[in-house]
């Protein structure tokens, strides 16, 4: 069965530093997401991306946070100066049609550690 | 905005009874909401979604039912084994048509 694939499956990171957590969706997607989820909380959701650009973000998602698809199969998250706060399990997911048939596939997540 | 209630306490029950979950929500109601099975330190897994001109959807042992009047959706799964033990999420449109919101979820544990 397709899957979402990222990688690394852990980061840890000097608060202060920057990151790129990475995604490989299923490949005949068209709609990618990004969540996260802090420990003991439930999941949030950070942005969507469609067509070569964002379609919708959060208010979790300000100018420290910015996505891109630098190829035909990668999809990633870079967070620019994180903050201890920023730790917390990161979650692609992508979807054929919006979610709106057979909702979204979710990767098995990053988990970043801010110290 | 849109607010999703689960109850977030553990729901134990034996195995081979049916579970029950139940997720209620605020505001208007979805285009269409979903449910999802997680495990610890794993990503949510999509099981059901069901609209909001449909009242009940099936899948093996799963059944999400849709009620807009109590803006609620319930959850079963039926002659329950151990395996199931995991925590189930809802999740909804909320706002824009690609922003979903999931609710905190209810831990499931199947009792042998």
């Known amino acids: 069965e397709p899957e979402v694939t990222q990688t690394p499956s852990h980061q840890v990171t000097q608060m202060g530093q920057e990151v790129i957590l990475r995604c490989v969706p299923i490949?005949?997607?068209?709609?990618f997401y990004w969540y996260r989820q802090i420990l003991g909380q439930k999941v949030e959701f950070l942005v969507s991306?469609?067509?070569?650009?964002?379609?919708?973000k959060s208010e979790i998602f300000d100018d420290q946070f910015s996505v891109e698809r630098p190829d035909g199969s990668n999809f990633t998250l870079k967070i620019r100066s994180t903050k201890l706060e920023d730790s917390a399990m990161y979650f692609c997911?992508?979807?054929?049609?919006?979610?709106?048939?057979?909702?979204?596939?979710f990767g098995s997540g990053t988990r970043l550690t801010v110290v | 905005s849109q607010k999703l209630e689960q109850n977030s306490e553990a729901l134990n029950i034996q195995e081979g009874k049916t579970a029950t979950l139940t997720c209620n929500y605020t505001?208007?109601?979805?285009?269409?909401l979903q449910w999802y099975r997680q495990d610890p330190g794993r990503g949510p897994v999509f099981l059901l979604l069901i609209r909001e001109n449909e009242k009940e959807k099936r899948k093996e042992r799963l059944k999400v039912t849709f009620d807009t009047t109590l803006k609620q959706s319930l959850f079963h799964i039926t002659a329950s084994q151990p395996a199931d033990s995991a925590t189930y999420l809802c999740?909804?449109?909320?706002?824009?048509?690609?922003?979903?919101?999931f609710g905190i979820g209810t831990k499931l544990q199947v009792i042998p």
């Open positions: 505001n208007y109601s979805p285009a269409y």
């Open positions: 999740a909804l449109n909320s706002g824009g048509y690609q922003k979903v919101t």
């Open positions: 490949s005949n997607h068209l709609y």
């Open positions: 997911a992508s979807s054929e049609n919006g979610g709106e048939v057979a909702g979204y596939t």
């Open positions: 991306f469609y067509n070569n650009e964002i379609s919708e």
